[in-house]
């Protein structure tokens, strides 16, 4: 995509209301509540998860949906580093805008396939032991959809503080389990643009986002899927 698509003019309101450092303070905030909940979460969540695994073997599902529900559990470990950032998430984040010149339009995108992740099929989360691996995946995927020419996997490898053969296996990954649903139209660029906006202005009042944001066109062709799962 031309970044002129996702131009400074296509932020609700000024250009200068979404900066760079409003931008990474913003969503660095949403992430660390993001980390909080799904933590918490998790923990909760922990002897259930136990006592499901051990129904499944009870269960008989069919072999190609148990293949596929394996292969994306293989995709989303794949993210999981088990070590935590050394610096917090802001200046993390900062680094990609200081050494890739990653720009806002980037950001905002990232942050749309993250919430696209946590609402597929493989319910993917962040927390601190993928926080690394995943952030620097989705701002490279969106750096590629948002710019016209980018640094090369090796820079965003190098300012993520990953290999780079690892980056390039973590952004397929990170590709499928998104679906391959890159495209960010306008009117959902601005949609999170403005939750980022009343981010900024409720100050710690967070409000996250109920649904998820599509485009027209994507609401069309998810239709007859939907149909197709009904009935089935």
């Given at each position: 995509?031309?970044?002129?698509?996702?131009?400074?003019?296509?932020?609700?309101?000024?250009?200068?209301?979404?900066?760079?450092?409003?931008?990474?303070?913003?969503?660095?905030?949403?992430?660390?509540?993001?980390?909080?909940?799904?933590?918490?979460?998790?923990?909760?969540?922990?002897?259930?998860?136990?006592?499901?695994?051990?129904?499944?073997?009870?269960?008989?599902?069919?072999?190609?949906?148990?293949?596929?529900?394996?292969?994306?559990?293989?995709?989303?470990?794949?993210?999981?580093?088990?070590?935590?950032?050394?610096?917090?998430?802001?200046?993390?984040?900062?680094?990609?805008?200081?050494?890739?010149?990653?720009?806002?339009?980037?950001?905002?995108?990232?942050?749309?396939?993250?919430?696209?992740?946590?609402?597929?099929?493989?319910?993917?989360?962040?927390?601190?032991?993928?926080?690394?691996?995943?952030?620097?995946?989705?701002?490279?995927?969106?750096?590629?959809?948002?710019?016209?020419?980018?640094?090369?996997?090796?820079?965003?490898?190098?300012?993520?503080?990953?290999?780079?053969?690892?980056?390039?296996?973590?952004?397929?990954?990170?590709?499928f389990l998104v679906q391959f649903r890159l495209s960010v139209c306008?009117?959902?660029?601005?949609?999170?643009?403005?939750?980022?906006?009343?981010?900024?202005?409720?100050?710690?009042?967070?409000?996250?986002?109920?649904?998820?944001?599509?485009?027209?066109?994507?609401?069309?062709?998810?239709?007859?899927?939907?149909?197709?799962?009904?009935?089935?």
């Amino acid at each position: 995509m031309a970044a002129s698509e996702l131009s400074p003019d296509a932020f609700p309101g000024t250009s200068t209301a979404l900066s760079p450092p409003v931008v990474i303070s913003v969503l660095a905030s949403i992430l660390e509540r993001h980390i909080a909940r799904n933590e918490r979460a998790m923990a909760a969540a922990s002897r259930e998860d136990r006592e499901a695994a051990s129904d499944c073997g009870d269960n008989e599902d069919d072999s190609s949906s148990s293949a596929a529900a394996a292969t994306r559990r293989r995709r989303v470990r794949a993210f999981d580093s088990g070590t935590v950032l050394d610096m917090s998430l802001r200046a993390f984040l900062e680094r990609f805008s200081r050494y890739a010149h990653v720009s806002p339009q980037v950001y905002v995108v990232a942050y749309a396939y993250l919430d696209r992740l946590r609402r597929g099929d493989a319910g993917v989360r962040v927390v601190r032991a993928n926080a690394q691996r995943l952030l620097t995946t989705a701002i490279l995927v969106a750096s590629k959809f948002v710019e016209d020419r980018n640094y090369s996997n090796s820079h965003f490898a190098a300012v993520g503080g990953l290999a780079a053969a690892e980056l390039g296996a973590l952004e397929l990954d990170f590709l499928f389990l998104v679906q391959f649903r890159l495209s960010v139209c306008t009117s959902v660029f601005q949609s999170y643009c403005r939750h980022l906006e009343r981010e900024v202005s409720h100050g710690a009042g967070y409000r996250r986002l109920e649904k998820p944001l599509v485009c027209a066109g994507e609401a069309r062709a998810q239709r007859p899927q939907h149909r197709q799962a009904a009935a089935a």
